[in-house]
Every structure is written in C-alpha cells, then in structure tokens.
C-alpha cells in the first residue's frame, strides 16, 4: 500500500502517555472526599493532600500528569495519511454522489483506555466512533493485533479498521445511525442486533468505497486488498464466536458473519457508489 503518497490529516489527536483516565484513580475524588480532606486539615492539622491520597487508597501522593507531546513514530504518521486521504475521498463523494459538504471527522489515539463522550473505554473494546463528539479513537494495540491476522498485507487491512470507523461518521452525517438508534429501543434484543448487524455491514461497504478510489489511484494493490478481506473475514461474529466458545449464535450476531462482511466490504470496493451499500434493504 501507497500511504506514504497520501496527504496528512491534521485532525489527529495523540493523546498517548497523557494517563489512562481510569476511575478511581488520582483525581478521581469526589466533592465529599475533598470536604473530608478539608476538616481533617483543620482539625488534626495534617496535609489535606495526603488525607486524599489515603482515600483513593495509595501510598504516596503521586506527581500531577502533564500532557505528553504527541508521538510522531511511523504508526502516527499512517494514520494520519489514512485519515487525511478518507477526507479527500469522501469530500469527492459527497459532492459528487448528494451535492452536499463533507464534515471530517477527528481522530484520537490513545493508549490503554481513554474518556470519550459515549463514556469510558479500554483498548481492548477496539476502535470504535463515538457520535456524540463525532471522533473516532483508536488504541495503537489494535494495529498489532491486525498484524497477526493479515501478515505482511496489513497496512491495508489497518486502513480498512480507519476506513470501517470513519464509515459510522458518514452515516451519522446522514442521520442512519440516529434513525437506528430510535429503531433499536422500539422492538426485542433480537431486532435490535438484526439493525446492529446491519449498521455494521454498512461502514464495511462505506470501508469498501473508499478503498474503491484508492484502488483507482493505484495506491493499492491485489495482494492488500486479498489481506483487508481476509481481515474481514475473521472479524465476523460467527468466527468469533467460534474462537471463543466453540458453536455459533447467529441470534446474537452484532457485526455480521465473516461471509456477510466480506461480501459487503467487496461490494463497496467494486462500485464506489453509496447506493449499493443499503444493508437496511437487503435480505
């Protein structure tokens, strides 16, 4: 894969180092343990610092963290080629498919768990977009992990992990994820999984668009396309599932099964149009 002719986004947010931000930690402490800290100050005459350390459970008062510089290593820069030439491509898309104006969203990576407007998260739920501050966040460990699967291809198949999550951004720019959302609290666990399905298939043919103009642009070849499908093809919940606790729960599928993704993430790629990604339409 081509990334390095890609053009920088500057819409990354490398938050890595600056903390976990789990709760319960140092600055974790609420409004009645600091009003605690504050009488035993005045009362016993002790460091109210160390009267707060003893609540959240520690030893020693530990040093405030300071916000690190941003990491600029080779996975940084990847992502913000990727980011930037999703912007490009869709912004094309946009203009050209609704005449309307993209609005691109911002990346942020972290490392281990991170504080999103959707809530607290770990590394280990994965990539995931948050529509409520319209950012997408990404744990560099992920990247690892696609190593494993996709080998000496897995630049592409990293970029299709991007492409997937940028591809929820575009359906809430078109008021999908919203509408799915108001459908999901009407109807049974089963249905709303069925719309949880198809809302990820969707991303995967929005992933599959993308990756359609990069083809067309050259920028990738047979070979990365071969290793993002088969990336896809061990995401599927079925496969999964499989791993995990030896049978299948088709009822319980969240993402789609591996045929299912691959299918749509190949349809994406072979049309570029949006009209052939209604998931919501298809049997």
């Not at 986004?9 to 930690?25: F, Q, T, W, Y």
């Not at 999550?165 to 089963?190: D, F, M, Y």
Request: hydrophobic share 40%; aromatic share 8%; net charge neutral.
């Amino acid at each position: 894969m081509k990334w390095g002719d890609m053009r920088r986004s500057d819409n990354v947010e490398d938050v890595r180092g600056e903390g976990s931000g789990i709760p319960g930690r140092a600055g974790g402490v609420g409004i009645g343990g600091i009003l605690i800290a504050i009488v035993a100050s005045l009362v016993f005459g002790v460091n109210p610092l160390e009267v707060l350390n003893l609540i959240q459970g520690g030893g020693v008062a530990p040093a405030p963290q300071r916000p690190s510089q941003p990491i600029n290593d080779r996975d940084s820069d990847f992502v913000k080629a990727v980011l930037g030439d999703t912007e490009d491509t869709w912004n094309q898309i946009f203009k050209q498919q609704l005449n309307a104006r993209y609005q691109a969203p911002h990346l942020v990576l972290f490392s281990s768990a991170v504080n999103s407007a959707c809530g607290f998260a770990r590394s280990a739920s994965g990539p995931f977009y948050c529509p409520a501050d319209d950012k997408v966040y990404l744990d560099m460990s992920f990247f690892r992990q696609i190593n494993a699967t996709a080998g000496t291809n897995a630049d592409f198949a990293r970029a299709y992990a991007i492409s997937h999550e940028v591809g929820h951004h575009v359906q809430n720019l078109l008021g999908i994820s919203n509408k799915v959302r108001q459908l999901q609290t009407r109807g049974s666990k089963t249905a709303a999984n069925s719309l949880s399905v198809r809302l990820e298939l969707q991303a995967d043919c929005f992933a599959g668009i993308w990756g359609h103009y990069t083809a067309e642009r050259s920028l990738v070849n047979q070979s990365d396309i071969e290793g993002a499908i088969n990336t896809a093809a061990q995401i599927g919940d079925d496969y999964l599932q499989k791993q995990a606790q030896g049978h299948v729960v088709p009822e319980a599928f969240t993402h789609g099964s591996s045929q299912q993704r691959v299918s749509w993430f190949t349809r994406g790629l072979k049309t570029g149009k949006l009209n052939q990604c209604d998931t919501f339409a298809a049997q």
